[in-house]
């Protein structure tokens, strides 16, 4: 389980987060519920906007029951005989064909025949007279027969309601692939014309527009089902009339309808059956009204080899839809566009397989913000993702304007910034994480802006392990047993002791720069130059182990003035050692416990060279590759040349006197050639003269507090000299 914690915290939370929220935003595309549907449709609202389909002022009119006509003939429904006048005008401008956007279903209340049954006062030969004449139903039946005529028909779903049992006339339609029944838009009740229109008629289609969820049309089905039966569009009708088409056909496939075809126009359409409006701006142009169309001020151009709609605009016929382009557009405008779009084969088209490719997209949009976020920096990145929303746009846009093809951009671009606005939260929030986690990891050991450089920098602390060049502290209590005896009656008082003094010293560790390693019981252990880098880590340690032992001098003098009674209180001594040298820096320790740490031969020289402090009477020591590299900043005195105990080489030793000030005094200038005088006739053997240096140090030295260091020596001269006595 560790182990598989620790594979997915490389992989990435940020990833993980990602992928899971990915596989869902897929999910939902799959269901598509309306709030995708809709951010689809308004974006290619925004195309049909920016880019209408070019006007055809040849192809459609319109004649229109506006206002002026109803001011003019009065309320609707008109006289047949008017609406018959209409399509005799009609036929004899040249209209190729006639579609109506209005229904008869009920007789003419104007008919003579009714007239003869409901008015009254009428005498019995002007009721006979009325009978005999024909009645307006049968005149305009006479005029649509004269005439290509495609009379409308509404679908409708009033609950309750019976629908008509006589069979409908309707164009024969083909198939080819599964029964398109399943797939297309369905109306249980199909309300027709009278029957003496409906036969006299040459075709039959529904006028049923069904807007979407948002109450706008952008869709109309060409082809539909209504009572249980296929019925023709009255666009589609009027243009399989028109070019003398017998058969409807239509092409299926297992994921519904995928064209409808009259004669050599084949029109795409979704798997319902409903065909995509490329809208073009209104053009007044193509409408007539009907009054003009009546009273003969209509030229025959404007409708000769034309195919005509009759319709209305006027507001209280409650015939206005909301389309993309237009807040209230008369509905048999839509009828008008849908041909025209099919006659120019300009028609938009939305393939079963363009979700799927838009899915595929996403997914990959997706998943290369979610290989990149974690890696690649914010200001690339964010160039990145707007080239590939660029490019998806563009793509979009001209499949929309050069293919007639729609491709939904807002599913893509949504879900992979969804995904990049979760990587980046995931990833601030991590980041966030890991800076508490090494604020808390290291508040002890380093000082506080190292510790910011490391939270907003953490790609600096290599964890596991790395070899690294560090210079290494050692510092320990001199004569703490005896300290603790005096303590053993009081373990708080000593707890309190060592927490006073460890409090100043570890201060001045992480005040330059160090990094404290761990406490062990009376003893310290630092190292410089890592987690962070530190150019300078010799000086700086150097200048740490002479600030606590100032803070030291500091603490017993204030530990003096607490005594009671003037009482003498034993000062603390602390001997510390500095050694630089190549270390393996990092977390060690077990997957329940670890610690950051160092390893290697540095380590244990800088411990040898504390305890040596006791030896040689001075408080710190440092290795010989540490004094090279402070040099003239520090006063740096070489100790000797021994062979450390676990070396197998021997290693010059050295005293850290001071700082640059006492390196640059002349008294420390005359100790030095003097005290290396000594060690030169020292390891020459020449015993009276290396005392006599000795001598001549000792008066250099006063105020450098070497008198044990020299003693050690003058010890040393006298037992060689009595061994090499002895010897003779």
Known sequence: MIALLKRLRRFGIGRIVGLLLLVSLLALRVWDPRPIEALRQKSFDIYQLMYPRAERQDLVAIVDIDERCLLALGQWPWPRTVMADMVSKITELGG????????????????????????????????????????????????????????????????????????????????????????????????????????????????????????????????????????????????????????????????GVRSVSVQDFEIPTDGK?????????????????????????????????????????????????????????????????????????????????????????????????????????????????????????????????????????????????????????????????????????????????????????????????????LTVLFSDIRGFTAISESYKDDPQGLTALINRLFTPLTKDIVKHHGTIDKYMGDAIMAFWNAPLTDSSHEANACEAALAMQQSLEALNAQRQQEAEDGHLVTPLRIGIGLNTGVCVVGNFGSDLHFNYSVLGDTVNLASRLEGLTKEYGVPIIIGEKTAQAVGPQFAVLELDHLQVRGKQDPERIFALLGRADRASDPDFGELLERNEAMLVAYRCREWSQALEMILLCREAGKDFGLDDYYDSYIQRIRHQADASASSK
């Open 273 to 469: 059956g409903r065909i995509w409006i490329h809208f073009s701006a209104p053009d007044l142009s193509k409408y007539i009204s009907a009054i003009d169309l009546l009273q003969g001020r209509v030229p025959a151009d404007r409708i000769a080899g034309k195919m005509v709609l009759i319709g209305t605009s006027a507001a209280g016929l409650l015939d206005l839809k909301v389309t993309p382009i237009h807040a209230a557009l008369p509905g048999v405008e839509l009828h008008a566009q849908l041909l025209e779009s099919a006659l120019t084969r300009s028609t938009l088209s939305r393939p079963s397989y363009t979700a799927f490719a838009e899915i595929i997209l996403a997914a990959l949009l997706s998943l290369i913000v979610i290989a990149l976020a974690p890696r690649v920096n914010a200001g690339p990145l964010f160039l990145l993702g707007g080239m590939i929303a660029a490019l998806t746009l563009s793509l979009s846009w001209y499949s929309f304007a050069y293919l007639d093809l729609l491709i939904d951009y807002t599913f893509p671009l949504t879900s992979s910034f969804l995904v990049y606005a979760v990587l980046i939260c995931t990833n601030y929030m991590t980041v966030s994480a890991d800076r508490r986690w090494i604020r808390s990891a290291f508040s002890q050991y380093l000082s506080p802006d190292l510790i910011e450089q490391l939270a907003h920098s953490p790609e600096k602390l290599t964890l596991g392990g790395e070899q690294r060049e």
């Open 96 to 255: 190729t064909v006639i579609g109506f956007d209005v229904l008869f279903p009920e007789p003419d209340r104007s008919s003579p025949e009714v007239a003869a049954t409901t008015f009254r006062g009428l005498d019995d030969a002007t009721k006979e007279r009325l009978q005999r004449l024909p009645g307006n139903d049968a005149v305009f039946a006479d005029a649509i027969q004269a005439s290509k005529v495609v009379l409308g028909q509404s679908g409708y779903r009033v609950s309750g309601t019976a629908p008509m049992t006589r069979p409908a006339a309707q164009a024969p339609i083909a198939t080819l692939g599964p029964d398109p029944r399943s797939f297309l838009v369905d109306f249980p009740h199909l309300l027709r014309n009278l029957p003496v229109l409906d036969e006299a008629a040459q075709g039959h289609g529904l006028f049923s527009i069904t807007p979407e969820g948002d109450g706008t049309v952008r869709r109309i089905p060409v082809v539909a089902v209504a009572n249980q039966t296929v019925v023709p569009s009255l666009s589609l009708e009027m243009l399989r009339v028109a070019t003398g088409a017998g058969v409807i056909l239509i092409k299926t496939d297992v994921s």
